[in-house]
């Protein structure tokens, strides 16, 4: 593995992501003149550039940044784990994925004061790279990185303060850092002009996304400059001013969308116009007593999680990236684990955008594999919330179900948004019947604009339109209890629509954006083969022993089952014994029982020997078989010591050739019941002298007999004739 940045070599502060150049810069000599060797770098003497800002654009350059594709399945999950992170990602030790990344000058690494280490994926690679199934479809990093060169430049010279240069990436830079920094951005958006301010708040209260015709009539514009594709927004109009800020981003084809972190901080300044609307309708949920006569209690959705990615692990689940969870597998562990096809459809596809199926969760260096199953719920239900993964406007949400060009997200984020916001008001502590909110959905005044959005996401998708409310009840009766986020009550008899619902707990600091509790259940043994895994296990933990250990209860609780069958298959698999009582012990203290078990499992009693054959050969004449044995004719063609009553014919050997060797000692071969017949040869005159004595035997009656042979007429050349020829 090619030498890391030295942790003490990296000073800037600890938690943001840091600039292309800015890093290469404090590299030691030593380690940047290792990456130009490696890389093949040429640095020219006479540009007015530095060595750095040169190899900066060398590593701009490379397929592996605009496409991770290219890379290893461990090492581009990685990635996206550094990259949803803002660029930094905190791990206890260094995962042997990061190798690929290093090597190619990608992804370096920082020291921090309490011991652990950093990795840090530079901004300008990060505004470049392409978007994945797990990422934020309307975030600042995928509207940058699909976004063209005019519109990137003018953001870029926009925070540069001069015209952008290339490579745009490195450009980027400046307004990655106000894009992303929440108290950059208030200030930004507190110098804005009153009519730039007025048309964003009007552009984020019908859904954060218009298009071309909609943005000059929100900003007036008279002056209409068509091309083929339809209008074309004025260069000095008020759109552009707030698009060469990156508040307002186009997106092909003719469509400009507000980056939702734009969006929260105008919808924080527009809660208080939407107050008076929603003050009447908590006021009638408050004032009465909504508490069901039964309800269903939200579950962890961990332990499910746990065992479907601990049963993916086997090799016949095949699942491919790219492309959506088979339903032969959803409808599999549905039977498996008791659950409806909705449920482990969802939880699928959030797994996979989270990196919990692929093979390099074993590893606990980096995230998933590092999470511990108390952490699973939250890392879940951010990935939920980012609306790359699932999409409940979509009859079947996964992302990656539809055709490639068929991806596009819909604007359910919006929706979503709404939903929390009336959870976390109507519901926290108390229950809520499913009327007041669907009634707060309703009076939201982002409402009529979602669907509009909706219905021309439907038309480019080829999907039916469902109504916001019909996309609100799939969210809050559907996703967020799958997620442990709601109690569903059940509904009155004579009313299905009256379902009661109340906010958990855990989905109370969900919302919040709180850091999961730390959990107080370790992992033990609950009787002799029973291990329950607790709250406090690492996911690559759990992963790692699924080779050797059955399933056994997923509600509430994972349960595993280490017997003495799943034992046998784990050492008939290639597993030691030693391996599997080290990864059972980083859980849980082995108990005896288990120690016994792997003990007589491992115990050597003998050696056999594998010899390769081509066959048994039976015969039960002993002196027969022991003629065959010495003979030099057919010695070679048995393997010695053979077993008794036959001899084992060696491998390689041809059957003809068998047959042949066997008839020359006057030995006949029966095969399936008939006698072998040989296949017919050329005549001994015509083969080499080695091949005639191996078939001297099956020569012709009269060239066996001692007759002379009649010689040809040429065979002996006239000047070699005796004299008296």
């Not at 509207?143 to 010279?157: F, G, K, M, R, T």
């Not at 084809?253 to 919808?267: K, S, T, W, Y």
């Not at 009327?435 to 409402?447: F, H, L, P």
Request: glycine letters at 8%; proline letters at 7%.
């Amino acid at each position: 593995m090619p030498n890391p940045v030295n942790p003490s070599t990296i000073v800037t502060a600890s938690g943001r992501a840091i600039r292309l150049v800015e890093l290469l810069r404090q590299l030691p000599q030593r380690e940047l003149d290792s990456l130009i060797g490696r890389l093949r770098i040429h640095i020219d003497p006479l540009k007015r550039l530095d060595v750095p800002a040169q190899v900066a654009r060398a590593l701009l350059n490379l397929p592996e940044v605009r496409d991770p594709s290219q890379l290893p399945g461990p090492t581009r999950e990685l990635l996206h784990r550094i990259a949803e992170s803002r660029g930094v990602l905190a791990v206890d030790e260094l995962p042997a994925a990061v190798e690929p990344l290093v090597a190619l000058g990608m992804v370096y690494v920082r020291g921090r004061d309490d011991g652990r280490l950093e990795l840090l994926f530079p901004i300008a690679f990060m505004v470049q790279m392409r978007s994945w199934e797990g990422e934020d479809p309307r975030g600042v990093r995928a509207l940058l990185s699909q976004s063209n060169h005019e519109v990137a430049a003018s953001i870029a010279s926009h925070y540069l303060g001069r015209p952008a240069t290339m490579p745009v990436a490195l450009a980027l830079e400046p307004a990655w850092e106000v894009l992303t920094d929440p108290e950059w951005l208030q200030h930004e958006l507190s110098q804005l002009a009153q009519l730039e301010r007025k048309l964003l708040h009007s552009i984020e209260e019908v859904g954060g996304e218009v298009d071309t015709e909609e943005l000059l009539d929100l900003e007036r514009e008279p002056l209409r400059l068509r091309g083929a594709t339809g209008a074309t927004p004025s260069r000095r109009g008020v759109g552009f001013a707030l698009e060469r800020r990156g508040f307002l981003i186009p997106i092909h084809p003719n469509r400009h969308v507000v980056p939702n972190e734009i969006g929260a901080i105008i919808g924080a300044e527009r809660r208080a116009q939407r107050e008076a609307r929603r003050t009447e309708i908590r006021g009638l949920v408050l004032g009465d007593d909504h508490a069901p006569r039964r309800a269903r209690f939200a579950e962890d959705p961990a332990p499910l999680v746990v065992a479907m990615a601990m049963a993916v692990r086997d090799p016949s689940a095949e699942v491919k990236p790219g492309v959506g969870t088979p339903r032969s597998l959803i409808a599999k562990f549905a039977s498996r684990f008791g659950r409806d096809q909705d449920t482990i459809a969802l939880l699928a596809a959030l797994s996979r955008a989270a990196g919990i199926w692929d093979p390099s969760v074993v590893s606990v260096a980096a995230p998933p594999g590092s999470l511990r199953l108390h952490q699973l719920a939250k890392a879940l239900f951010d990935t939920w919330r980012r609306g790359g993964a699932w999409d409940e406007a979509r009859s079947d949400g996964e992302i990656l179900r539809a055709a490639g060009e068929a991806r596009e997200a819909s604007a359910v984020g919006v929706i979503r948004d709404i939903v929390l916001e009336a959870l976390a008001e109507l519901s926290d502590g108390c229950w809520s019947p499913w009327q007041a909110v669907e009634a707060y959905v309703r009076a939201d005044s982002r409402a009529p604009g979602v669907a509009r959005l909706i219905e021309r996401w439907a038309q480019r998708s080829g999907v039916d339109a469902p109504s916001p409310t019909e996309i609100a009840r799939r969210i809050a009766l559907g996703s967020l209890r799958v997620l442990g986020v709601v109690d569903l009550g059940d509904a009155d008899d004579d009313d299905p629509s009256t379902t009661k619902l109340r906010i958990t707990p855990r989905g109370r600091s969900f919302i919040r954006g709180e850091p999961a509790a730390a959990a107080q259940e370790v992992s033990r043994f609950i009787d002799n083969q029973v291990l329950r895994i607790g709250g406090s296990a690492r996911l690559g933990h759990v992963a790692a022993i699924s080779p050797f250990v059955e399933t056994g209860c997923v509600a509430g609780n994972l349960d595993v089952v280490i017997s003495q069958q799943s034992i046998a298959l784990a050492l008939s698999a290639g597993y030691e014994a030693s391996v599997v009582a080290e990864r059972l012990a980083q859980l849980a203290p082995v108990p005896d029982p288990v120690s016994r078990t792997l003990a007589q499992a491992s115990t050597v009693l003998g050696r056999a020997e594998l010899v390769e054959t081509g066959g048994f050969l039976w015969v039960d004449d002993p002196e027969l078989r022991e003629m065959l044995r010495t003979r030099r004719q057919t010695a070679e063609l048995f393997v010695d010591p053979s077993p008794p009553s036959g001899l084992l014919v060696a491998a390689g050997v041809d059957v003809d050739r068998l047959a042949r060797r066997l008839r020359a000692l006057g030995v006949e071969l029966v095969s399936g019941g008939k006698l072998y017949r040989t296949r017919s040869t050329a005549p001994p005159g015509r083969r080499s002298g080695s091949h005639r004595l191996g078939s001297a035997s099956l020569a012709a009656p009269d060239q066996r007999s001692g007759a002379p042979r009649r010689r040809s007429s040429q065979s002996i050349p006239a000047t070699k004739r005796g004299s008296g020829g």
